[in-house]
């Protein structure tokens, strides 16, 4: 074993410093909460924009539901990124 000690040694260190290195994950998940962000002003402008203007409500709700499938979309691939940075 001793033999070996630092073989080992280095082993240990780049495990350490593959768990622990979360950056990229951090960022990614940075990205995200900005997209999700977009996506949510996006939707809420919708809504305003609904509220206030006459328009064809069958647009409407498939714009309105496309920004919503593209929201939970996104969210499902950040709580997956997150998942990986606990």
């Given amino acids: 074993m ?4 630092e073989e080992v040694i280095a082993n240990v260190e780049l495990v350490c410093q593959t768990i622990c290195n ?7 998940l940075s990205i995200l909460e900005e997209e ?7 939707v809420q402008s919708r809504i305003n924009e609904n509220a206030h203007t006459a328009q064809d409500q069958e647009k409407y709700q498939k714009r309105y539901n496309e920004l919503v ?10 709580d997956e990124v997150a998942k990986k940075d606990r």
Wanted: glycine residues 8%.
């Fill in 2 to 5: 001793i033999s070996e000690k």
């Fill in 69 to 78: 499938e593209r929201y939970t979309n996104k969210k499902a691939e950040y």
């Fill in 36 to 42: 999700l962000g977009m996506l949510v002003d996006m």
């Fill in 22 to 28: 979360t950056g990229d994950l951090e960022h990614q």
